[in-house]
């Protein structure tokens, strides 16, 4: 062990500030808040130096995950609000693959202004998220907003998106969607040209169709790319805040796990955190199990990683 870290010492070293920040910013929070879970600390038993009241939580065991495992709306109404968190979750992430791949596919065809298209597209990533939503909130405005403008001119309804029903939740959606696609079309776009073209000009000669391509040659040349933005995207979007709470505030249609954790974490009178703590460790779980059964299917189809 001397002669490997006499050998190594730099190695270790040079990784040693990462480790202690990464330590200090992510390990000893999380720490924190999963014994947070274990008590019932809240905005009246937490310290408060300037009021100079001690702490005075006590320990109360699993009773927090039982809450709002089995409670109903006093606790979030959990199993309502994972499964909204679910369509909201893998509706973007599909949408997100399906047009991102579709314009991959585009971008990768010889055209004229194939660079200027390109930068167009990658626009909406490259503009800040909070002034794409409040420029979406906007045209998804109920009384002055583009859309309903020109529904109501066609003789459509002219409804409210972003409103108390489950509008608000498809109109974050398109938000989202709006926000994620250049991110998988760049990615999709590297996958696809990592492809030897010399693949497609065999089954072109052999007489495959333009689906038979798809499905045989670019499908699996982009398994690997696919199997990483996929994973990515559900991490990302499973805990994306600032997209649904930009959009619609605390709106109980387009609750989702996350923003119900910052609800009653930073709103209402007694800030409860140890239910708020709870949720993030349950959000965590949720996305290791999501994690181990994917990467699992993935090394069945060959995919190491």
Request: charged fraction near 10%; proline fraction near 4%; glycine fraction near 8%.
């Amino acid at each position: 062990m001397r002669a490997f870290l006499a050998r190594h010492w730099y190695a270790y070293a040079m990784v040693l500030p990462v480790v202690v920040v990464v330590g200090a910013l992510v390990l000893l929070p999380l720490a924190q808040g999963l014994y947070f879970t274990f008590t019932n600390i809240n905005e009246a038993t937490i310290a408060n130096p300037v009021l100079d009241r001690p702490a005075s939580y006590e320990f109360v065991g699993l009773d927090n995950y039982v809450n709002v495992l089995t409670g109903g709306e006093s606790y979030g109404a959990f199993w309502s609000t994972l499964g909204r968190t679910l369509i909201w979750t893998f509706g973007c992430v599909l949408a997100h693959y399906a047009i991102g791949l579709g314009l991959a596919l585009l971008l990768n065809r010889r055209m004229r202004f194939r660079g200027l298209y390109r930068v167009l597209l990658i626009l909406p990533w490259a503009v800040p998220p909070f002034i794409s939503v409040f420029a979406w909130r906007y045209l998804f405005n109920s009384q002055f907003g583009i859309i309903n403008q020109a529904l109501g001119a066609l003789g459509l309804p002219t409804p409210v998106w972003l409103g108390q029903s489950d509008l608000a939740l498809f109109s974050v959606m398109v938000i989202n969607t709006w926000l994620g696609v250049p991110f998988m079309m760049v990615t999709l776009l590297g996958g696809l040209q990592s492809i030897p073209r010399e693949l497609y000009e065999a089954a072109e000669m052999d007489g495959a169709s333009a689906w038979q391509r798809f499905r045989d040659i670019t499908l699996p040349g982009l398994r690997s790319v696919s199997s990483t933005v996929v994973l990515l995207g559900v991490i990302w979007t499973f805990n994306l805040f600032h997209v649904i709470f930009l959009s619609t505030g605390q709106n109980p249609h387009t609750r989702i796990l996350v923003t119900y954790s910052f609800e009653r974490f930073f709103s209402g009178a007694s800030r409860d955190y140890a239910v708020a703590s709870t949720y993030g460790v349950l959000i965590l779980s949720l996305l290791l199990v999501f994690v181990t059964i994917y990467r699992r299917a993935m090394r069945r189809q060959g995919e190491v990683w």
